[in-house]
């Protein structure tokens, strides 16, 4: 099984968005990754970067026209599969983690492939509650209100049934958020957290996220997260931590 690490554009924010109740007025950049897993029985992309919209009509697209995302050609996904020599067709399943629009961006570029989203995820992304401030502002509808191959999961789920690929609930920053823990021969086990932890000072430090949807559910998927990490000896991979980022192998380069 191979891992690879896709760049898929940036932010720069305010580092406060990510830290509840600190860091006000320090900007931050905050890198948008997304994942390919190719497993003997076939290949899983874990969130999908951003919509190509973004370079073809930036001006109608709130992320580029209002949130100052950064995103070149060469960060959507069916050029970043490209360059492994692959197309959108020689994925078989995709993941959304969530469905705000640095994860589910470009789902639009995978027409054959089976989508494992979590029910309730779809539900509040469909229909933001009304209270919920950022985290609906961060659904932009056209990105996954598409006619594709949604599989919805109400849990936990093994996508292989041979523990090496492991669909986790870890809710909090958003109503349905899910994370992926992955079993790799050479490297251990390694979970892709995405935005369940924001940066690694937040699950060691506890700090929750400015743009969340249920604190004590935040918490409690930190919790998972640590348990996790000391029964499993995981290396947990946050979603937005720029030094993080830098530090991974990314594509071509690959972890085994
Ligand atoms: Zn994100």
New binding site residues.
Partial sequence: MRLYAFFGGYEIADKSMLTLGRDLGVPVK?P?QYFLIEHPQGRVLFDTGMNPVALTDPASYPPTAQFGSQVTPGDLAPARLAALGLTPDDVNIVVN??L????AGGNCQFPHAVFLVQYDEMQSAMCPEPWSGLVAE?YCRRDFDLPLNYQFLRGDYDVYGDGRLRLIRTPG?TRGHQSLVLRLDESGVVVLA??AV?LTQSLEQLILAT?CFDQKAMYESYVRLREIRRLENAGIIP??DVAVWESLRQAPLYYD
């Fill in positions: 905050i948008f983690s969530h705000h629009y640095d994860h961060n920053h995405q935005d924001y743009t979603g937005h």
